[in-house]
Structures are given as C-alpha cells and as structure tokens.
C-alpha cells in the first residue's frame, strides 16, 4: 500500500445536532434524517450493518435493507434458515448502523427482535419483483453449494413450477422487526468532537441524553 492508513481521515465540516434542533422522539428525528438522505440522493439510503451473535456469543456483521419503519421497529427479510436467521432464533438481539457519509451522519440502533407476522411477511413478499419472488425459492441462504450453476438450475426449475399459477411466500422465508431500546443520532463535527444524541427506552419513555464523543 502507498498510502499508510495512519494518515487517512476526514475533517467534518457539514452541521452539527443541538437538541433544540433534534424531535424529542427518535422515530421522528429518524424519519426526518433519513428524508434528508433521500433528498441528498444517497445510494440506498436504507441500506444498514445488521449485526447478530450466535448462542456461542460470536458476532457477525452483515448489510441488510430496512423495508419497514413504524413506531414498533425497523423491519428487514430475509431466510429464516440462514445464518442470521440462526442466531437470532437463539439470541433474539441485534444492532443496526446506518452510515450516510455524504451527509457525515450514522445513526446506532440496539434491541431486542421478533418475527413479523405471516400477514406482514405476505404483503411485502408479493410486492418484490417478480425475480425477487423467484430469487426466494431458488436459494438456500447461507448454504454451500458447489457452484454457480446450481442457483441458475434452481431457478429455472422455480419459474417453471409456477409459470401458470402465482407463487407464494416460502414458509422459511419472511420478516424481523428490531424492537428499540436504545436509537444514537451521530453527527460528524470539527477536531473529533462529534454531536451524539441517544435515546434510551426507560419505563417505556424515551430519555435523550448527549453522549461525549
């Protein structure tokens, strides 16, 4: 490498995050940072590191998609039989990271996750493209296979299945909904000295508290 990764940094210049500024519920602060993301066209703004821990207490990291918010939770999909599908069937906790650069902001997320109901799982299934749908069925998540011949044979044999009939959800296949106990607001600022907003669930009322950076 010609460039030592010592030297490597970026000085923050964008804003800041004043609690005047920020809603007192981190939902609403939330919706209105990721609406700023979209108006700032970043790529896949609700692209995010999920991260889970297996019975054995051995993390893993990987970036999923939120396809749901509400006041409940941010819901992601995915294969039950897949290895985050695994350790969140024995340890039922997870973190969440959005990391929009452009706007130097990361928002941390931390808490407990259920599955969402099979109505839930259903309509966001039948809303995914065609070859999504397909996609679903073709692949054993987080299986080995020998090659890449055998996802492109399982495909062919699902659209053939149903090439007259509509497909439905797979059973081992659906939604989870990160539960909040704590949602950090992190914005970059000038010499390392970020803004750090959170939000910590208490007797369920949420408590804003500035965190040092």
């Known amino acids: 490498m010609n460039i030592s990764l010592a030297d ?14 920020a809603s007192l519920n981190p939902f609403e602060q ?39 918010l509400d006041d409940r939770g941010f819901t992601f999909f995915t ?7 695994k350790n969140l069937e024995t340890t039922p906790w997870a973190s969440l ?8 902001r990361q928002v941390r997320i931390e808490g407990e996750v259920e599955k969402v109901t099979p109505e839930e799982s259903d309509q966001y299934f039948c809303s995914r493209p065609i070859g999504s749908q ?3 069925w073709a692949s054993s998540q987080s299986q080995v296979i020998p090659n ?7 495909l062919k044999a699902v659209m053939q299945k149903y090439k007259d009939s509509s497909i439905t959800r797979p059973p081992h296949w659906g939604g989870y909904r990160v539960i909040p106990h704590i949602i950090e607001f992190w914005q970059g600022r000038e010499n390392r000295l970020h803004d750090r907003l959170c939000y910590r669930l208490e007797n369920n009322e949420w408590i804003r508290e ?4």
């Open 8 to 21: 490597l940094r970026k000085n923050y210049t964008q804003g800041g995050l004043l609690e005047v500024e």
């Open 30 to 68: 939330f919706r209105n940072w990721f609406q700023q993301a979209l108006s700032a066209e970043i790529i896949e703004p609700n692209a995010m590191t999920l991260a889970t821990v297996n019975q054995k207490g051995k993390p893993t990291a990987r970036i999923v998609l939120l396809k749901n």
């Open 79 to 85: 294969n039950y039989e897949s290895h985050k599908g």
């Open 97 to 104: 990271v959005f990391w929009w650069g452009e706007l130097e």
């Open 134 to 136: 397909f996609g679903a």
């Open 148 to 154: 890449r011949d055998v996802l492109e044979s399982n």
């Open 210 to 213: 500035r965190l040092a950076p």
